[in-house]
């Protein structure tokens, strides 16, 4: 079994996929009010919702090297002053502990993305 598409809600689709475009450097595809990216394998979709209360999600990503996510931290502080969101002073900066090292995002809509770095050495 794999993980083929992940399918968020939101209010705002358009604004979520152009965060996220950004954030990741993907490409958006768009057909009516549903924007879907290519995630590696996977596919990210916005879908649109009128919830304006979402239940906590948080998405976690395994990454190959503390640089890489170093660098993705960098990106995503980058990311939320061009989008000019609030969300940074939510965010969990990196953190090292229990053998590896992680930081944790907010998206536009206050869902938690969780990029984590294990040491195997």
């Known amino acids: 079994m794999k993980l ?5 809600s939101t209010c705002r689709p358009r604004e979520l996929a152009g965060f996220l ?3 990741f450097d993907l490409e958006v595809q768009s057909e009516g009010d549903e924007f879907a990216m290519t995630f ?3 596919v990210l979709s916005t879908k649109t919702s009128n919830l304006q209360h979402q239940s906590e999600s948080i998405l976690e990503f395994h990454l190959n090297s503390l640089d890489e996510l170093n660098e993705l931290w960098q990106k995503y502080q980058f990311t939320i002053y061009r989008h000019g969101e609030s969300a940074l002073k939510d965010a969990v900066a990196p953190t ?3 053998g590896g090292t992680y930081f944790e995002a907010i998206d536009i809509d206050q869902r938690r993305w969780r990029f984590v770095w294990i040491d195997h050495d």
């Open 4 to 8: 083929s598409r992940l399918i968020l």
């Open 21 to 23: 475009s950004e954030f």
């Open 40 to 42: 590696g394998e996977v």
């Open 96 to 98: 090292a502990g229990h």
